[in-house]
């Protein structure tokens, strides 16, 4: 009786595995409806957002194939301030470089005569929680001096 007893016991733990198995293959990557997210913004395709620091931390909900522009104050390269940028694998970035804008708010070619903008253009390419990690970084500084932060939810 206890061999049929070990038989039964095999059989249901095969079965079992089988069955978590096939829950976990069905049910794949967690689909985001599932998880209700409060946004700061929302962002729909074919629109192009720009961001800059007022939005840290911010939650922006998008669609596939969206752009957006995130623009971070610029001019701390003369004191040797660089912003580093890291953002998730389903993110395309584009560095555009720093843009310098009169006090009439005009792009200008002369940095430092009014306000700079360190710009980046990013385009979604998968769905999901993709994350955006910027840090004004300085020469012999180990701490970031303008962290920014930013999450985005794509459906």
């Not at 470089?97 to 390419?125: C, E, H, K």
């Not at 840090?135 to 939810?153: A, H, M, Y």
Request: with cysteine; hydrophobic share 45%.
């Amino acid at each position: 009786m206890s061999e049929k007893k070990s038989e039964f016991l095999i059989i249901g733990g095969v079965v079992f595995i089988f069955i978590l198995l096939a829950i976990c293959l069905w049910y794949g990557t967690p689909n985001i409806d599932l998880f209700p997210v409060k946004c700061s913004e929302s962002l729909v395709s074919g629109q192009t957002m720009i961001i800059n620091e007022t939005q840290n931390n911010a939650v922006i909900c998008a669609e596939m194939n969206s752009s957006f522009i995130i623009e971070l104050t610029a001019g701390f390269s003369r004191l040797g301030g660089v912003w580093a940028i890291k953002a998730s694998p389903g993110l395309q970035i584009l560095d555009e470089s720093s843009i310098w804008y009169d006090d009439n708010g005009s792009p200008t070619a002369r940095p430092g005569m009014g306000r700079g903008v360190d710009r980046w253009n990013f385009t979604i390419n998968e769905s999901g929680l993709q994350t955006i990690h910027a840090d004004l970084q300085f020469p012999g500084r180990k701490t970031s001096v303008l962290p920014f932060d930013l999450k985005i939810v794509v459906k």
